[in-house]
């Protein structure tokens, strides 16, 4: 059974919504949406940090893929200062801006996989792909209620294994 959501809870949390295919992101903005929650959406990690720097209210959940565009495909311009990294490094240029933030990891990747290539996700901010509206929606609330991740000392980026990112 799915979990009751009221319009009076999620109306004012906010949730930026970050995945490079147009399916997902329409399934999670318009289900969310549905659910009462307000929600910004991105293709890659360089709009989520435009929309991010230029948000006027808060934002209570970054909702974002594992394996986003790599930056190659991004091109940097005066009106676009962020280059695209994968997703999580795209929490740790959050952080930057952010102290406090939660955080919800999709990938169709299993954890196992995840953790074989370097990256390790906690399994309560981790959203499996595929998903159903209802899973969505428990994931989400479940992450809302969390506490925030907590940000990660200064050091030197550790890419996926395989995957090389440029700073």
């Known amino acids: 059974m799915a979990p009751h959501h009221s319009i009076d809870s999620t109306a004012s949390r906010q949730i930026l919504v970050v995945d ?6 329409l399934l999670c903005v318009t289900s969310l949406t549905k659910a009462g929650y307000r929600v910004l959406q991105a293709e890659g990690s360089s709009e989520a940090m435009a929309l991010y720097s230029t948000s006027t209210g808060p934002i209570d959940l970054l909702l974002t893929d594992m394996f986003l565009p790599p930056p190659g ?7 676009n200062r962020y280059p695209r990294v994968n997703g ?3 929490v740790q240029q959050v952080l930057s801006l952010k102290r406090e933030l939660r955080v919800l990891f999709m990938s ?3 954890l196992s996989h995840l953790a074989s290539q370097g990256i390790t996700i906690e399994p309560e901010r981790f959203l499996p792909k595929p998903f159903t509206v209802e899973y969505l929606l428990t994931r989400v609330a479940a992450a809302l209620a969390a506490p ?7 050091t030197a980026p550790v890419s996926a294994k ?6």
């Open 20 to 25: 490079d295919d147009p399916s997902i992101r």
């Open 73 to 79: 495909f991004a091109v940097l311009s005066q009106e």
């Open 88 to 90: 999580n490094d795209l």
């Open 108 to 110: 169709s990747h299993a």
């Open 148 to 154: 925030p991740i907590d940000p990660p000392p200064r």
């Open 162 to 167: 395989g995957i090389e990112w440029v700073d």
